[in-house]
């Protein structure tokens, strides 16, 4: 039996509805930490099936989820045309994205917020979106990002008018989203890198967000790569080095999965969709036959013996420490 429920759930507070995989775009185009993959005509066309597969409903999800600078901003075009082939967003589905700082002047004003709004709105040809972050605000800081009249502000203003029905806040540091949530100011969070086989940096936080009410959504449980069991990621964790004790964690874990038959790759992505406190995983996915697959990881028997054998060999080894 699937672990993916056949309907979506509440995302917390925020009133809107999502199925526990979330599909990441952050590959749809260009990208910085894999600068040798092809962009181009090929690309473009490779993620145009996708897109269409997932708003045809042929996909393990309801929901995408981008922002105003993926692949050099060559993501939300990407869905925009995809969506002017379909006639908009299907009823039930939920394409959210972030506001960015300015790419080449790092620009995090208010005014550049309300740009940032509104390019993504000209790229997807939308005029609301249900669901709106700020992004990435640790390139500021918490007091600057709440000053009065700035980021958080423009992003308040910008739910009171009725552009976004919901808005979130997503980031790295989690002692940072942890102040941003208890603010009460947001309906969302989504955290990265934080919450996976072999990093429980951000568990206070998840607990903390579920306390508030947020909807929960967790980012990268495979660590940006490496716990998909891909050679190529095997130097890697969040897009930086591989630190000494998570490369152990990492190799034991492909020890005991190897011994048991399991893919790690499904060992990793079931450790984010079995927590109750997060309401959907997000998995960036460049390929329909990638986007088909994660079903198949996310049902895959694993027998409660492993996962115990797991917990207990990871002991000492489990990073709690933010990246």
Not at 135 to 148: K, Q, R
Not at 209 to 215: D, F, K, R, S, T
Not at 226 to 253: C, Q
């Amino acid at each position: 039996m699937s672990i993916l429920p056949p309907s979506r759930r509440p995302l917390g507070r925020s009133g809107l509805s999502v199925s526990p995989l979330t599909l990441g775009a952050w590959k749809w185009g260009f990208s910085p930490f894999f600068p040798d993959e092809e962009t181009g005509d090929e690309h473009d066309a490779r993620i145009g099936a996708l897109a269409d597969a997932f708003l045809r409903g042929e996909l393990p999800s309801t929901t995408l989820d981008t922002s105003n600078t993926y692949g050099d901003s060559r993501s939300e075009a990407l869905i925009g045309e995809a969506l002017r082939r379909v006639g908009g967003v299907p009823e039930g589905v939920v394409v959210q994205t972030k506001l960015d700082r300015h790419p080449e002047t790092g620009d995090f004003s208010a005014a550049r917020m309300r740009e940032s709004l509104s390019e993504s709105l000209d790229r997807l040809g939308l005029e609301t979106l249900p669901l709106l972050y700020l992004h990435d605000p640790e390139h500021i800081g918490f007091e600057a990002a709440m000053a009065a009249g700035g980021p958080v502000d423009a992003l308040v203003a910008m739910k009171e008018a009725g552009l976004v029905e919901s808005i979130g806040i997503s980031g790295g540091p989690v002692d940072m989203l942890d102040r941003f949530v208890r603010t009460d100011l947001f309906d969302a969070l989504i955290t990265h890198n934080r919450f996976t086989l072999v990093n429980r940096a951000a568990d206070g936080l998840l607990d903390t967000a579920a306390e508030h009410g947020l909807g929960i959504m967790n980012a990268a449980p495979y660590g940006a790569g490496v716990l998909t069991g891909h050679p190529r990621y095997r130097e890697m964790y969040a897009y930086g080095r591989i630190g000494r004790d998570t490369a152990r964690a990492v190799a034991l874990l492909d020890d005991l999965c190897t011994a048991a038959g399991v893919p790690l790759a499904a060992l990793a992505l079931q450790f984010s969709l079995r927590d109750p406190r997060i309401h959907s995983t997000i998995v960036g996915v460049s390929d329909v036959g990638r986007a088909r697959e994660l079903e198949t990881l996310a049902s895959f028997p694993i027998e409660q013996a492993l996962r115990d054998e797991v917990e207990g060999a990871l002991a000492g080894l489990l990073t709690t420490t933010d990246i």
